[in-house]
């Protein structure tokens, strides 16, 4: 872990092993501490947990972003350009349907960046995007 404070996400799923299989073996996650009713997982240093829920996570709305209804809410991580397109070539290989399909969003402006949307098992939705210029995220 680094010096920077990690983030603690907690999620609702509806079937551990669905949830294994997606972010420990589709995503490659490091399973941490375990329960019959809950997983941690290591997200890149951050603390992602996947507990039980009777009926898994509400639907999710939509917002207009570069011209795509991007689901709200959403989680993922900022990936660099190379691991974003390994993820990509991973979750294609493991027959993903995406939300949104990778692609490159907002050509040229200063936030230019690689973006994909999906769903896990449960229904949560996951966004995994990479700028081209990291120090560009904060950019209006």
Not at 58 to 85: I, K, M, Q, Y
Not at 91 to 101: D, K, N
Not at 107 to 129: H, R, S, V
Request: no cysteine; charged share 20%.
């Amino acid at each position: 872990m680094t010096t920077r404070p990690a983030v603690h996400l907690a999620v609702p799923v509806d079937d551990l092993d669905a949830a294994r299989r997606f972010y420990g073996g589709v995503l490659g996650l490091r399973e941490g501490r375990s329960t019959g009713h809950w997983v941690d997982w290591d997200l890149h240093g951050h603390q992602l947990v996947t507990h039980v829920v009777a009926g898994g996570p509400a639907a999710a709305g939509t917002s207009s972003v570069d011209g795509h209804a991007v689901p709200v809410p959403h989680f993922g991580l900022l990936l660099s350009t190379g691991e974003f397109h390994e993820l990509a070539d991973r979750l294609r290989a493991a027959g993903t349907e995406f939300v949104i399909e990778p692609y490159r969003r907002f050509p040229g402006e200063p936030a230019e960046q690689w973006t994909m949307f999906l769903y896990d098992p449960a229904g949560n939705a996951l966004e995994f995007k990479a700028f081209l210029d990291e120090s560009k995220i904060f950019t209006p």
